[in-house]
């Protein structure tokens, strides 16, 4: 394909993702795709930094912005999405780049579920059908919610496994490259696309490699050349594919993503089977130990992951020539993957004879202990573009023997899978946003660090908005990469803040009266002290807060419900 035609094919998915994202994509300067209580603001602060380090001459590795004041390294976890929308966050700003980004992606699941379902043989409108099966899919929505932006890249897993049709199809040395090039994309935009591309991409070419050279299609050197065409897809997803980090020793380091989990591999976020087929809210159990703290993104998404979109259960079966008994078993190895390590059924563990029942990813967590791999649902994305792809093959065999025009068939198939994924998932359309909007108080603020206070409100990430507000104002923060108390760099300020773990739970807060070391701390290293009043009054901290700066700085400078105290050194 050209890069001309490429181009005239992605324009119309360009135009439905704008629809599907709307109205938030209307808005990319004012408003921020995602829910303010989950990701959003990390990742859309992410877009910025990368741009911003960029336009300094500086590589988007070391930052004192945030974790301050030592700062470390940063290896952001959607490094490539940042990087392709460098241009447009110089340009317009973050929030047009991070929207962009979103709306790309949406655009990109459905043009490469489109190429899938037609290298399955689903030509003209079923194809079109294949395509917005992905583009509409709710686990996509959800991620759109979730703010969650590397996880929106559905689209290159689809792209991958096209191209690995493709490839055995047309048996060309040049197109088991594209394979490869493909794969490392998946493998670029998230770990764990690269995971889902390596275990089906790589049994679907192996599969098919052997064949050919069973049946005299390939020679032994050919077979060769085209397994090593393939097999450097992993090179350019290895650095951004370690989601914790590079995996060299770096000096104070810590990164948008998690270290490997110590607990037990069974312990991971199961699904619930039915979510995989009943339409509506479906909802995840989430296992903790009594110490942890609640994962607020888990917590805060549990009844937003939904079904996945193919809905292969009500839709036309497609017919089962091609190789599709080979391509649907792949499909279901996804999705059982995506069910987590061990089986949750009716609110417990299905354990017979005492005996947790393990799933495939629990292997995998045992083959892999080091790698922190604990989002397993996102492994399910094989089957929701292959499913849909399989699927749309179906319909014009189905078509025929209805005796219906294909193009009102699929029409009809459309409206049903967009009301279904707009309106009768998890996440119902509109997709929530977020204001992008920074208060103008901060144009302002002296030299030095900022404290925005709460740090803690409830499981939600709202207190993360302190990292969007940054974007405008430009002073470092004490907090790495999650606005919590336990992610502050600065040690003095933990003592400050008053942190208690009542009961050995989460750390909390706990404003108190400042003594002579604790106000000279923050004169030296603080310009300024920014209470968010209503955030701070719904988690009931306003009062104590206010109490314990006013007497320690004097009375603060009002800007609504917010109050302000701008510091000067001791």
Not at 4 to 12: S, V
Not at 354 to 379: K, M, N, Y
Not at 450 to 471: C, I, K, N, R
Request: include cysteine.
């Amino acid at each position: 394909m050209r890069l001309k035609e490429a181009l005239a094919r992605l324009l119309p998915w360009l135009g439905i993702a704008l629809l599907i994202t709307a109205p938030g994509s209307l808005s990319p300067v004012d408003r921020l795709l995602g829910d303010p209580r989950i990701d959003v603001w990390n990742h859309a602060w992410g877009f910025h930094w990368v741009a911003d380090s960029l336009a300094s001459g500086r590589l988007p590795w070391w930052t004192d912005q945030i974790g301050a004041p030592v700062g470390g390294v940063l290896w952001f976890i959607d490094l490539w999405g940042a990087l392709w929308a460098t241009p447009l966050t110089l340009l317009f700003g973050p929030a047009v780049g991070y929207n962009a980004a979103l709306v790309a992606r949406v655009a990109l699941a459905g043009l490469g579920g489109q190429l899938l379902s037609e290298e399955l043989g689903a030509r003209g409108p079923p194809g079109w059908l294949g395509g917005l099966a992905c583009a509409s899919a709710p686990f996509l929505l959800a991620e759109l919610r979730n703010g969650i932006s590397e996880v929106t890249a559905v689209g290159a897993v689809a792209f991958a496994l096209w191209a690995t049709a493709r490839a055995l199809r047309k048996n060309g040395l040049i197109d088991f490259i594209l394979a490869g090039s493909c794969g490392g994309a998946a493998t670029a935009a998230s770990f764990y696309y690269g995971l889902v591309v390596v275990l089906l991409g790589g049994l679907w070419l192996l599969g098919g490699l052997v064949q050919g050279w069973r049946s005299g299609r390939l020679s032994a050197a050919g077979l060769g050349r085209r397994l090593l065409a393939v097999a450097w897809r992993a090179a350019p997803g290895l650095p951004p594919g370690c989601s914790s980090g590079p995996p060299w020793p770096t000096p104070r380091p810590w990164c948008v993503g998690r270290p490997a989990s110590t607990w037990p591999c069974w312990s991971t976020t199961p699904s619930i089977p039915r979510s995989t087929c009943v339409p509506g809210p479906s909802s995840r159990w989430t296992w903790r130990p009594a110490s942890a703290s609640p994962s607020c993104t888990r917590a805060t998404c549990a009844c937003r992951w939904s079904r996945w979109p193919s809905s292969g259960w009500w839709r036309p079966r497609p017919h089962f020539g091609g190789g599709f008994g080979r391509r649907g078993a792949l499909a279901a190895l996804s999705l059982v993957m995506g069910l987590g390590s061990a089986l949750w059924f009716d609110g417990a563990w299905v354990a017979p004879g005492g005996w947790r029942l393990s799933l495939p990813f629990g292997w995998l967590r045992l083959l892999l202990p080091q790698v922190a791999i604990t989002h397993p649902l996102r492994l399910s994305v094989g089957a929701q573009v292959l499913l849909p792809a399989l699927a749309a093959a179906g319909v014009a065999p189905l078509a025929a023997r209805l005796g219906q025009p294909v193009g009102r068939l699929c029409g009809l198939l459309a409206l049903g899978m967009l009301g279904e994924g707009l309106f009768g998932s998890a996440v119902r359309w509109p997709i929530v946003t977020s204001s992008a909007e920074i208060p103008a108080y901060y144009a302002d603020l002296p030299p030095g660090m900022v404290l925005d206070l709460p740090v803690e409100a409830g499981t939600g990430m709202q207190t993360s908005a302190w990292f969007w507000y940054q974007t405008g104002h430009g002073r470092p923060l004490p907090w790495t990469p999650d606005v919590r108390l336990g992610s502050a760099r600065d040690e003095a300020l933990m003592r400050i803040l008053g942190p208690t773990r009542p009961g050995g739970g989460p750390v909390l807060e706990a404003p108190h009266p400042l003594d002579a070391a604790a106000i000279a701390h923050l004169r030296t290293h603080y310009g300024a002290i920014v209470l968010h009043g209503e955030l701070a009054a719904s988690v009931g901290l306003d009062g104590a807060y206010a109490a314990a700066f006013t007497a320690a700085f004097g009375p603060p400078e009002l800007r609504g419900a917010d109050r302000i105290w701008r510091l000067s050194p001791p």
